[in-house]
C-alpha cells in the first residue's frame, strides 16, 4: 500500500517516526502460520480478514468467532490479494466442511451440553441473481425436474443429528450438532455456475455462488430460532473434474507471471476458511417443528427424487 502523507513542515523526525509506528504495527502479521492444522492465525492470514480488520471497531481486532467451518477444497491461485478467496467445486461431488467448536472457556456456557442447529445454503454472489434468486431456482427446478441443488452425503458425514431437506427448499439442507463432539458434514452442490448465465455464443463465464452456514440454539420453547454465528465462502461450481482442470490452469497462469505480479495475487491454501458474515435473512422455517415434506423421526433424511446421496 503506497503511502502519501503531505507534512505541513518537512520534519524529517516526524516523518520517521510515523514511517517506525507503521513497521511497527504490522510487525509479526503472519508469522504463526502453519502453526496447527486449523489455528485462528490459518484465519487471520487470509487475505479477506487483513482487509477486514482496519474497519472492525478496537474491541473487536482480537475477536475469536465461536464456531469455525472449514471446506476441505483448495481455493484458486488467481485471486487477487485483498479480494475474497474463491473455491472450486465439482458438480455432485462430496466435499467435506469441518464444524469446530472455536469457544473460549467459558463462554456461550448456555450450549455445553445441547445440541445446536445448522443451516447450509448454497445462493447467489452476485446481488443482481440475489433479486431475482426464486425465479432462477423456479427455472432451474423446471429445467431439472425431482433433482436437488444441495444435498448432503449422509454415509460419509460424521457427528449430525436428525438432517433434513425439505422438497420445496432445494437449495438448503440443516441438521443438529453437538459442539462438544467432532462434526463433519459433507455436501454435493448438483448445478453448475453456467445454468444461470445468459447463454449467447457459448464458453460463458459461469456465475459464482456462496456456501452460506447459520448457526442456531434452542430458546426457551425449544426452538432454534436464536442466531449464534454465520459464515458463507464463495465458490463455483464446473462439471465432473472440470474443477481440476481449472484449478490447474490458474495455477499455470501464475506461474508464467514475474516475480513481482505475482506478488499482487494471495497463494492457493489447501482448505478453505468460511469468513463470519450476516445471517441469511430468510429464516421462515427455521424451528424444531417438521416442515412439510420432512421425515420427523431423527437419523432420518427426506429427500426428493433425483439427486440423492
Known amino acids: ?18 514511517v517506525q509506528d507503521f513497521d511497527a504495527s504490522l510487525s509479526g502479521i503472519g508469522q504463526e502460520l502453519g502453526a496447527g492444522a486449523y489455528s485462528m492465525s490459518d ?28 471446506l476441505c477444497a483448495a481455493t484458486s491461485p488467481a485471486v487477487k490479494l485483498h479480494d475474497e478467496t474463491l473455491t472450486y467445486l465439482n458438480q455432485g461431488q462430496s466435499y467435506e466442511i469441518r464444524m469446530l467448536d472455536n469457544r473460549k472457556l467459558g463462554e456461550l456456557p448456555e450450549i455445553n451440553g445441547k445440541l445446536v442447529k445448522s443451516i447450509f445454503r448454497v445462493v447467489f454472489h452476485d446481488r443482481r441473481l440475489q433479486y431475482t434468486e426464486h425465479q432462477q431456482l423456479e427455472g432451474w427446478r423446471w429445467n431439472r425436474p425431482g433433482d436437488r441443488i444441495l444435498d448432503i452425503d449422509i454415509p460419509m458425514s460424521v457427528g449430525i443429528i436428525d438432517p433434513r431437506a425439505n422438497p420445496t427448499q432445494l437449495n438448503t439442507v440443516e441438521f443438529l450438532w453437538d459442539p462438544a463432539k ?80 505475482k506478488e499482487k495475487y494471495q497463494p492457493s491454501y489447501e482448505t478453505t476458511i468460511l469468513t463470519e458474515c450476516s445471517p441469511w435473512p430468510e429464516i421462515t422455517y427455521v424451528n424444531n417443528s417438521p416442515s412439510p415434506g420432512f421425515n420427523s423421526s431423527h437419523s432420518s433424511f427426506s429427500l426428493g427424487e433425483g439427486n440423492g446421496s
Open 1 to 18: 500500500m503506497a503511502w502519501a502523507l503531505k507534512l505541513p513542515l518537512a520534519d524529517e523526525v516526524i516523518e520517521s517516526g510515523l
Open 43 to 70: 484465519v487471520l492470514a487470509l487475505p479477506i480478514f487483513k482487509q477486514e480488520e482496519s474497519s472492525l471497531p478496537p474491541d473487536n481486532e482480537n475477536k475469536i468467532l465461536p464456531f469455525q467451518y472449514v
Open 182 to 261: 467432532r462434526t463433519s458434514v459433507f455436501i454435493q452442490v448438483h448445478c453448475i455456475s453456467t445454468e444461470f448465465t445468459m447463454r449467447k455464443h457459448g464458453g460463458e463465464k459461469g456465475v459464482p455462488f456462496r456456501v452460506q452456514i447459520d448457526t442456531f440454539k434452542e430458546n426457551e420453547n425449544g426452538e432454534y430460532t436464536e442466531h449464534l454465528h454465520s459464515a458463507s465462502c464463495q465458490i463455483k461450481v464446473f462439471k465432473p473434474k472440470g474443477a481440476d482442470r481449472k484449478q490447474k490452469t490458474d495455477r499455470e497462469k501464475m506461474e508464467k507471471r514475474t516475480p513481482h505480479e
